[in-house]
Every structure is written in C-alpha cells, then in structure tokens.
C-alpha cells in the first residue's frame, strides 16, 4: 500500500503539459505546478496576450507572472529519482484484453514479459527481477508469456505435468505413473520434447525445402508468363506490321488496277470519239447531198436537171465502218478481281484456324493424384449420347448403360450415330482434371476410349474404329488379356483382371491414364501427348457367346477439407 501511495505521489507532481515528472517545478498562485521551461514556452505561444491563463484550471493572471523555482517540490522529485522510482506506467504498459497479465500486480495489471515454467506464474518486468537476481529462482525456465500456463497441471493431483506417456500419447505428473500410467512407454516430457524437436525440425527442413521448389516454380511461371507476354506482343507487332504490309499490297494493287481501266478505258472512250467523229462528219455530208438533191428534184428545167444531176447523183464511199463486240467491257477485271478476292477469302479461313488452334503449353504444378480418393476429387458424371450409338446396342440406367444386343434398335437417323462399329460417344465433352469409371459384365471384349468429336462415324474402316486412328485412344479389354491401342499400333498391356476400369485425363497436361480398380488402383496404361481438341468418353462393345454390357458408374465425389 506505501508503494501504491507513492504511485499516487508521482501521479501528482508530473507536469500536466510534459506529461513526465517535473522539471525546476514552478507553483502559480492558483495551486497547480509545472515545469519552469514547460509553462514559459507555453505562455510564450500565446502571441504576447496581456492575459496569461493556467492550462489547467484556466484562471487568468495579468500582468504575466514572474515564476520562482519551488524549493520543496524540487527536492522531492530528486528523492523520488534516487529511490529508483519512476512516474506511473504509460497507458500501453497495462494488459489489455489481448494480452497476458501479470499474476502478482493488484489493482489494474501490467503486461507480463516473461511467465515461468516452475511457478506456473506470469510477471510483469518488475515482479519478474528476482528471477534475474536471486540465485535459486535463476534456475526456473522462463518463456514467452502464455495464458495456458494451468494447463500443465495435472488437476487430479494439483502437480505439473512432467511426463509424458507414450502408450497413450498424453502428459502427465509423476504420481500418475503409479497407477494410471503404470508399465506403459514414459519418458519425460523434456526427453519426448527432444525427440518430437527432431521431427519438427525434419519437418522443417522438409516445409523449407517445398518453399524453396514452389519459389523456383514461381520463378519458372513468372518467366513463362514473361515469355508469354513477351511472345504474344511480338505476335501482335509482326501480324500488324505484315496486315499492313498486305493492305499496301492490296491498296497498291487496287490503284494499278484503277489505273489500267482507266488508261483502257481513255483509250477506248477516245477511239470511239474518233469514230463517231468521222460517222457524225459522214452524216452532215449525206444530209448536204441529200438536201442537193432535194433540190434538183424540184427544179422544173428539164435540161438543168439532166445537167446537174450526173454530178450530184454519185455517192462518195464511206470513210468507215464498226462491229461492235459482244458488251463484255470490263466485265473479266470484275471477274478477275473476284476470284482474287474468293482465293483470298478461303486461304485466311484455313489458315485461320491455325492461329486459333494455337495453345500455350503452362507447367503445372498439380501432382498427378495416387489415391483413389484423391482421384474422386475429379470425378465427372458421365451419360452416353443415344445420337451416336449403333443401333445393335441398348442404352438404360439413364444413358449410362449400354449392352450390345442381337435385335436392332429403333434409333433414329442421325449424321452422328456409328453405322457398323459397335461405339457410342458420351454426351459431356471433357477438358481440364477429369476421371470416370466403367464397370463391365459378360463374355466379351470391350473397349475404353476416349476420342475427338470430329471422329468418322459411317463403315467399318479404321477412320471410325476406337484406337485405329490419330482421332481417339483406346484400352482393350478381353477376359484374359489387355492392350493398348492408337493410331492402329498395339501396345500390349499387364496387369491384374478387374470388372472396373478408371480414366484420368488431364487435357491441358496431355494425359491420359488406365486403371484398373478394385480395392486398389493398379495403373495398366499412361499416355503423354498433346490434345488439340476436347474429349468424349466412349466404348466400344462386342461378345462372343453372350451379352456384354459396359456402365459408366455414378461416382460420389470425395470431400477434400
């Protein structure tokens, strides 16, 4: 309680302005203290007012007091500085209620900086001394404040858990191990805590090393993407400038082109002037002779009109003559520019698509999945597209069962449907992480595929037949054998009988795999390619001494957290 009251004392006499404990403290005659350089400057910043007023209590002096140094109040500031003691804790020094308080404060509680192991008590920096000075307490193990410190009280016995059992993986006191623990696996939990620190730090080493690689497949992205923006530019810039340089041409052609009908255009406009001219000169004379004659037909003198008219009877031969060609004018440039212009048109709609085609291959930096369960995490529904399938085959169960059957079907006609392989293609086109199972039954063969859309569908040849082609990939399946089929070369494949098969497609990574599936998974089959378009899942059904039918099961998709 002294302590407190001298807490009290130093509260009293720090200067409300400084807001630390006084300095050459001065008293106004209204009661309150101040340093004697605090209350100057503040007096000095009030521009020479005639009234000078106490920042405390406001009372107004006039003229400006002449402050004397307060002996006593010097003096007791002094001892309290020599006792050690210092003015009251700042409002941040005190525990708030995201901190761990000090156990031994009373009243309001200051943050504690250390909590000890040994006395299970947390200290503030001035309760905590002793630990630091007297010699038995230096041996407690002090830590980082922690609010959980009763935890390692066993409250059955009310003494600290310094075993640790590891039978049942839990701490414990020591008298614990005469009963509840007894010929199990001890050790103490600083002997547990050595070896659990060597896993740690393995851990560690394992956590770091990841960051390292996963940094260096950032670094490796930040540079593709660099690459990418850096090629897709250059793209932009040389497509423009060749665009440009096409358009000039086109331009340039387009002004030759001008320019030679309307040379040919002058010449011809100007010889048929010329004729025309010569035609019209034609005219005027034949209408003078005709007028000339006229004339001599009217005249009365019959020997006037025997004399004159040997003369003027006689026709001159006519300067010229025309044929008019067939009016085809300048219909063949039009022709000609046209079929330019169709020529053009149908080399930038083929080549269009390769610019449209055009992929950018990324790293990926998702592992392939190994378990099943990691696998159901791509799961995708599958139901068969009853437009594509053979007529010898039955679809049920919703479109997701198929059975090869002797009677035709009453399908349809459709562009899409397969006439003489006995395969039907799934409605879902399939991009991205994808994985399906099919379940099969019978005696027969069966055929898991996947395949491009655009795949033949009409005759027996190897354009339409699963895995006889560049179109679509294929795993056979018989009851005693396996193989692997693509572009009409075999591969043959091991592995054990199963009824169930799984694919895993990653598109984008160009990865196709075969599993077989029962309590397992057994990897029978991997491609590593390129997909330009996306996928439709498929199969392919044919028996030899009964019905064979393949499902595409419903598969219940794995909760990742």
Not at 29 to 37: E, I, L
Not at 125 to 151: A, F, G, N, W
Not at 255 to 277: G, M
Not at 474 to 500: E, K, M
Request: hydrophobic share 30%; proline share 3%.
């Amino acid at each position: 309680m002294a302590q407190k009251g001298v807490q009290l004392d130093q509260e009293t006499i720090s200067c409300s302005i400084c807001l630390d404990l006084l300095k050459d403290p001065v008293a106004l005659s209204c009661g309150h203290n101040y340093c004697m350089k605090c209350i100057n400057n503040h007096w000095d910043g009030e521009d020479q007012k005639p009234v000078y007023s106490c920042p405390q209590c406001r009372k107004n002096f006039r003229p400006r007091p002449k402050l004397e140094k307060n002996t006593m109040l010097a003096d007791l500031v002094e001892l309290l500085k020599k006792t050690g003691l210092q003015a009251a804790p700042a409002d941040h020094c005190y525990a708030g209620p995201e901190d761990v308080a000090c156990d031994v404060c009373s009243g309001r509680k200051l943050k504690a900086q250390k909590s000890c192991l040994v006395c299970l008590v947390s200290y503030c920096e001035q309760h905590l001394q002793p630990h630091y000075d007297v010699p038995l307490l230096k041996k407690h193990k002090l830590v980082e404040p922690s609010e959980k410190l009763q935890e390692n009280i066993y409250s059955q016995h009310d003494e600290v858990m310094k075993m640790f059992c590891r039978t049942d993986q839990q701490s414990f006191c020591y008298l614990c191990s005469v009963d509840q623990h007894k010929g199990h696996d001890t050790v103490s939990a600083a002997a547990e805590r050595s070896e659990r620190q060597k896993e740690l730090e393995v851990s560690r080493l394992n956590i770091q090393q990841r960051i390292q690689d996963r940094e260096k497949d950032v670094k490796l992205l930040q540079q593709e993407l660099e690459a990418i923006n850096l090629s897709a530019d250059k793209a932009v810039k040389d497509s423009e400038k060749m665009f440009t340089e096409l358009i000039r041409i086109m331009q340039k052609r387009s002004s030759e082109v001008k320019q030679l009908v309307r040379s040919q255009q002058e010449t011809e406009v100007s010889r048929v002037k010329e004729v025309e001219e010569k035609l019209q000169q034609e005219i005027r004379e034949l209408k003078r002779k005709d007028a000339e004659l006229k004339k001599l037909s009217n005249t009365e003198d019959h020997n006037q009109f025997l004399h004159s008219y040997p003369s003027l009877s006689a026709l001159s031969p006519s300067t010229c003559s025309i044929q008019i060609r067939p009016r085809r004018r300048f219909d063949h440039v039009t022709a000609t520019v046209s079929r330019v212009r169709d020529i053009l048109q149908d080399v930038l709609r083929d080549k269009w698509t390769d610019v449209s085609l055009t992929e950018v291959d990324v790293l990926l930096l998702a592992a392939e999945p190994k378990t099943r369960a990691e696998f159901l995490q791509y799961s995708r529904e599958i139901t068969l597209d009853p437009n594509t399938v053979h007529r010898r085959l039955l679809l049920s169960d919703g479109n997701r069962k198929v059975t090869r059957m002797n009677q035709q079907q009453s399908y349809s006609d459709h562009p899409d449907r397969f006439t003489d392989c006995y395969q039907v293609l799934s409605r879902e086109s399939l991009t991205g992480r994808c994985y399906w199972e099919v379940e099969w039954s019978g005696r027969g063969v069966l055929y898991v595929a996947v395949s491009y859309k655009n795949i033949s569908r009409a005759g027996r040849s190897d354009d339409c037949r699963f895995g006889s082609n560049d179109k679509s990939w294929a795993l056979y399946c018989s009851n005693d054998s396996y193989n692997f089929w693509y572009n009409n070369i075999q591969t043959p494949v091991s592995g054990p009988r199963s009824s169930r098969f799984g694919v895993f497609l990653d598109h984008s990574a160009g990865i196709l795999s075969f599993y077989s599936v029962s309590e397992t998974m057994t990897l029978l089959h991997r491609v590593q390619t390129t997909f330009t378009q996306p996928l439709h899942a498929g199969v392919y059904v044919y028996f030899y001494f009964g019905g064979v039918s393949a499902e595409f099961c419903k598969l219940k998709l794995q909760n990742t957290n």
